[in-house]
């Protein structure tokens, strides 16, 4: 009897420890390979949004030949009352776009009829009187005189450029008229605008 009580007795010891060890092998031990598993998500959350922000592209930069700001508020160089009287009718509210180096301002009749002025500013003189001469070159748009530096018409997309210094200028007329007719009061409206340029 001794014998299998002590028999019995060891079984169940061993039985005791297998179980104890198989518990800690399933991951209620905490060990080395469970606690790695236990913080891999953990680490991989909160990594990401820091390798996402040293991953990020370097913000656009300016083109070197356009300045990067300026102080032009473009609807006050063609008003409301200018644009209803070169259309004849009535204009909605002005229609900015300031977006440096590109100052930009229209005005639009319910017929669809525009009058529009857009100005880009440059980093030099130069760097102006060398875009200018590459849009006529490249164009073959005609030059016309008494407008700033150099000007030219620049139908169908505008109806005249000029340049002023490092300024270069576009009006639109759409009034539904002859393209001379719509180019001679773009260009009335053009001496406007170089008088209020900076």
């Known amino acids: 009897m001794r014998t299998t009580s002590a028999l019995l007795t060891a079984v169940l010891g061993l039985s005791a420890v297998g179980l104890v060890l198989l518990l800690a092998a399933c991951g209620g031990g905490g060990g080395k390979d469970s606690a790695e598993d236990q913080t891999t998500p953990t680490e991989q959350k909160t990594q990401a949004p820091a390798e996402q922000e040293t991953q990020a592209p370097a913000p656009t930069e300016e083109p070197p030949d356009v300045a990067a700001g300026g102080d032009i508020d ?36 319910s017929d669809f009829d525009r009058v529009g002025v857009s100005v880009v500013i440059f980093t030099s003189e130069d760097v102006a009187a060398g875009s200018f001469q590459s849009d006529i070159d490249t164009n073959g748009y005609q030059e016309v005189d008494g407008v700033g530096d150099r000007a030219y018409r620049s139908e169908p997309i505008f109806n005249i450029t000029f340049q002023k210094g490092r300024y270069e200028a576009s009006i639109t007329v759409n009034a539904g008229l002859e393209d001379d007719e719509e180019f001679a009061l773009a260009k009335d409206l053009a001496e406007k605008v170089l008088a209020r340029l900076p």
């Open 74 to 109: 473009p609807c006050a160089l063609v008003t409301k009352v200018e644009a209803e009287a070169i259309l004849g009718a009535s204009v909605g509210e002005p229609k900015p776009l300031v977006a440096p180096p590109v100052f930009d301002c229209t005005y639009d009749t």
